[in-house]
């Protein structure tokens, strides 16, 4: 039986049979670790020369779009991200210039960093990422998480 509570967000439906384990999440952005999958012939493409550069964008406290236009703002050079990333974790992520050459040095702050890894020929776009690792800490669950098998079964719901 789907709760109240998923029915309304939308969730008809569950892809697993285990019955759940309760618990919190997201007591603190750092038990909440989301990473950005690129392709392997992607990751291939990277170069460390010509093109269209390529960041490492770390983040923390912050949503990938107000990260990008802080750094638009104090760096002048404008980024396009493959995926939005959630504030209340601590992320890590592909963005790109949209101009070709222009790359700027790594730069940090106090809620992310961007270090360039490179240049491609082609900016990247969402096509070449596969997904999205995810470590999450749970607190105060049910003592069976370790009789949980169904890990290729968890979907991506989110929104």
Do not use: W
């Not at 990751?43 to 960041?55: C, T």
């Not at 995926?83 to 222009?102: I, Y």
């Not at 070449?128 to 998480?145: E, P, S, T, V």
């Amino acid at each position: 039986m789907i709760p109240t509570i998923d029915s309304q967000l939308g969730i008809s439906v569950y892809s697993t049979t285990f019955n759940g384990i309760g618990g919190r999440i997201r007591v603190e952005a750092e038990d909440f670790e989301v990473t950005e999958v690129l392709s392997e012939k992607s990751l291939k493409s990277i170069s460390p020369q010509n093109g269209y550069a390529v960041y490492k964008l770390k983040k923390k406290k912050i949503d990938t779009n107000h990260a990008l236009a802080d750094i638009f703002r104090k760096k002048g050079i404008r980024l396009k991200s493959l995926g939005l990333k959630d504030a209340s974790a601590v992320t890590e992520q592909f963005v790109c210039s949209d101009n070709k050459g222009r790359g700027i040095e790594n730069y940090a702050s106090e809620k992310y960093s961007i270090e360039q890894i490179g240049f491609v020929k082609k900016p990247l776009s969402k096509k070449d990422m596969i997904g999205n690792h995810f470590k999450i800490k749970i607190f105060d669950c049910a003592d069976n998480l370790s009789d949980f098998t169904e890990y290729s079964k968890i979907l991506n719901f989110y929104g």
